[in-house]
Nanobody, 120 residues
């Protein structure tokens, strides 16, 4: 079992930066990869980035070069540093634990989501 808690999120101007965090409890980091997904109103949930326990990462093309995923295995926390934010990055962001993949169905546990709004 794993519990994922995501404080943070918020409102930022276009071009700005924001860092999301996701604190995990239970048998998470040693057993699962961690991913970030986002969902805008009226759209499907889409993959953003993922990292496994060895530090291997994956990114969606839309965020490559702007977002960075990292993890602190001692704190059992995964971060998503978002730079050069665009209005189209606005969405509810979810962290998830599962098998490293861009497909939501490969993730077993999900956080409650946090709203990110980028104003133009």
């Amino acid at each position: 079992q794993a519990l994922l808690v995501e404080p943070g999120g918020g409102l930022v101007q276009a071009g700005g930066s924001l860092r999301l965090s996701c604190a995990a409890s239970g048998r998470t980091f040693s057993d699962y990869a961690m991913g970030w997904f986002r969902q805008a109103p009226g759209k499907e949930r889409e993959f953003v980035a993922a990292i496994n326990w060895s530090g291997s990462t994956q990114y969606a093309d839309s965020v490559k070069g702007r977002f960075n995923i990292s993890s602190d295995n001692v704190k059992m926390t995964v971060y998503l540093q978002m730079n050069s934010l665009k209005p189209e990055d606005s969405a509810v962001y979810y962290c998830a634990a599962g098998s490293i993949s861009s497909m939501p169905r490969m993730y077993k546990f999900w956080g409650q989501g946090t709203q990110v709004t980028v104003s133009s």
